[in-house]
Structure formats: structure tokens, C-alpha cells
């Protein structure tokens, strides 16, 4: 597609349900990165995949946090047994490569109640 | 301290002022991404540098890897230049995540 595709957009759900956000990426792009915005917080990096390599996963807050991506092109990041502190803008990006800029998608407004 | 300090945090300007936003980091980088967030809207991506000054249109942004330093410069600045401005760092050769500053609130007053 000509950008970076998020869906839902916005996402309510009661605590302790899962919830499943998608990334459809730049045709092409190889690398995909999660971050997340927290209300009146700053960005905070999430995951980061390059192409068949291991994911970075290390901005994870926590085991309830997962993402995959599956034939190196779209993303799902879920977030199990949700909580309140949740409770957040999930932003993916998609990159040509490392010395690439980004394309950031409109993000999902997750909202934990 | 962050590894990322932008200031202003807040900047109100008049239509038409010359504008600039700072950025200092305190790691060693790879590159630097100056981006744009509107009010409720998506972030833009405006400038990855690694050296020297880049511009587009009214848009210029510098950096000094000695000092470890970046700015962002907007000449005749319009309200709808008014957004969050963000800097942020890939910190070393190998390292893809990007380490964000707060970021700087620019509203410009017609």
C-alpha cells in the first residue's frame, strides 16, 4: 500500500480481555518497528523486526506483550490479560533499512477500561 | 537524565517568526530523526541526519556530532506549523531502536 496501515484504529476493551493490533507495512519494507505513547507521556520503542532475523524485543514492558510477523510483511503485536496502564496510542513504523527514515502508520488508540 | 534532551518543551511564536528547537543527546549515534506530531494526528518523519544540514523547503535541520547536538529551524513559521516536534536517536552501529526526547510543543499564532 502507499503507507503504513494500522487497524483497529481505536480499540476499547475491558481489563483482562487480549487484544490483537495490526501492521500492515510498506510494500517492500524490511524493517518494522512497534512503539508506544502513552497520555502525556513520550514515544516508547516496543519491538523491532528486520527481515528473517530475531526480533528485538527488548522494549517490551512485560510477558503479557508479544508480536510476531508473518512472511515478513505484516505484524500483529497483542497484548494479553490487558490493563488499565495499558491504556495507550500504539504506533508501528516500516523502514527500507537501517539508513532509511521511517513511515509511521496513524496508530491505535487503545483504551483499557 | 534522558539520553535525549530537547528545549524548549513548550515554544508560542508569532506568524512569520524564525523558529528553532534544540536537541542534545548524550550517546553515541548512528543517525538522528527529527518528526512531526499534529494535534490527534499520525507522526511524520521530517529529517534522518547523520552529518552536516539538510533541508526541505522551510524546514532545516543541522547537527554538531562533536558536541552532540541537533536543531531544527523553521523560517516564516505558519500556524500550521503548530505540532509536536520530536527528536530522536539511533544510539551506535547496530542498534535500530529509535530513543526519543519529550519533545517540543510549537503552537504559532497567526
Known amino acids: 500500500g502507499a503507507g503504513v496501515s494500522q487497524s483497529p484504529s481505536n480499540k476499547v476493551t475491558e481489563k483482562g480481555k487480549d487484544v490483537e493490533l495490526r501492521c500492515d507495512p510498506i510494500?517492500?519494507?524490511?524493517?518494522l518497528y512497534w512503539y508506544r505513547q502513552s497520555l502525556g507521556q513520550g514515544l516508547e520503542f516496543l519491538i523491532y523486526?528486520?527481515?528473517?532475523?530475531?526480533?528485538?524485543k527488548s522494549g517490551l514492558p512485560s510477558d503479557r506483550f508479544s508480536a510476531e510477523r508473518t512472511g515478513g510483511s505484516v505484524s500483529t503485536l497483542t497484548i494479553q490479560r490487558t490493563q488499565q496502564e495499558d491504556s495507550a496510542v500504539y504506533l508501528c513504523?516500516?523502514?527500507?533499512?537501517?539508513?532509511?527514515?521511517?513511515?509511521f502508520g496513524s496508530g491505535t488508540r487503545l483504551t483499557v477500561v | 537524565k534522558n539520553e535525549v534532551e530537547q528545549s524548549p518543551q513548550n515554544l508560542t511564536a508569532q506568524e512569520g517568526e524564525f523558529i528553532t528547537i534544540n536537541c542534545s543527546y548524550s550517546?553515541?549515534?548512528?543517525?538522528l530523526h527529527w518528526l512531526q506530531q499534529h494535534p490527534g494526528g499520525g507522526i511524520v518523519s521530517l529529517f534522518m541526519?547523520?552529518?552536516g544540514k539538510k533541508k526541505h523547503g522551510r524546514l532545516i535541520a543541522t547537527i554538531n556530532i562533536q558536541e552532540k547536538h541537533s536543531s531544527l529551524h523553521i523560517t516564516a513559521s505558519h500556524p500550521r506549523d503548530s505540532a509536536v516536534y520530536i527528536c530522536?536517536?539511533?544510539?551506535?552501529?547496530?542498534?535500530?531502536?529509535?530513543?526519543f526526547g519529550q519533545g517540543t510543543r510549537l503552537t504559532i499564532n497567526p
Open positions: 513504523a516500516s523502514s527500507p533499512g537501517s539508513h532509511y527514515g521511517y513511515t
Open positions: 510494500s517492500g519494507h524490511t524493517a
Open positions: 523486526f528486520q527481515g528473517n532475523s530475531a526480533p528485538d
Open positions: 550517546v553515541g549515534i548512528s543517525a
Open positions: 541526519l547523520s552529518s
Open positions: 530522536a536517536v539511533i544510539s551506535g552501529e547496530g542498534a535500530q531502536k529509535l530513543v
